[in-house]
């Protein structure tokens, strides 16, 4: 079983940055395509981007250029740099693990509780 805790989520004005980190725990993560996604009210669960177990990353159109994933095997953790933040980036992001690195939330066994990220105008 893998855990995932993800952090580093607030309120930032539009322009702004933030990093979100997801924290692995139970096995290490390091051969998983690790993906991010977000959900907004009323809307459902969208792909961000993933990172695949050798680094290899793919992102939405909506974030390509402005969001990037890293990994740090040595932590057992997944970054994710949010670079000039717009207010239809406000959602819940959540961090998971999968053995693909896919678009579809179908393609991840294992999910974290998720980070509030709130962007102002």
């Known amino acids: 079983q893998v855990q995932l805790v993800e952090s580093g989520g607030g309120s930032v004005q539009a322009g702004g940055s933030l990093r979100l980190s997801c924290v692995a725990s139970g096995r290490t993560v390091s051969s998983y395509a690790m993906g991010w996604f977000r959900q907004a009210p009323g809307l459902e669960r969208e792909f961000v981007g993933t990172?695949?177990?050798?680094?290899?990353?793919y992102y939405a159109d909506s974030v390509k250029g402005r969001f990037t994933i890293s990994r740090d095997n040595a932590k057992n953790t997944v970054y994710l740099q949010m670079n000039s933040l717009k207010p239809e980036d406000t959602a819940v992001y959540y961090c998971?693990?999968?053995?693909?690195?896919?678009?579809?939330?179908?393609?991840?066994?294992?999910w974290g509780q998720g980070t509030q990220v709130t962007v102002s105008s």
């Open positions: 990172v695949r177990w050798n680094d290899g990353t």
């Open positions: 998971a693990a999968g053995v693909r690195a896919t678009t579809t939330t179908l393609g991840y066994q294992y």
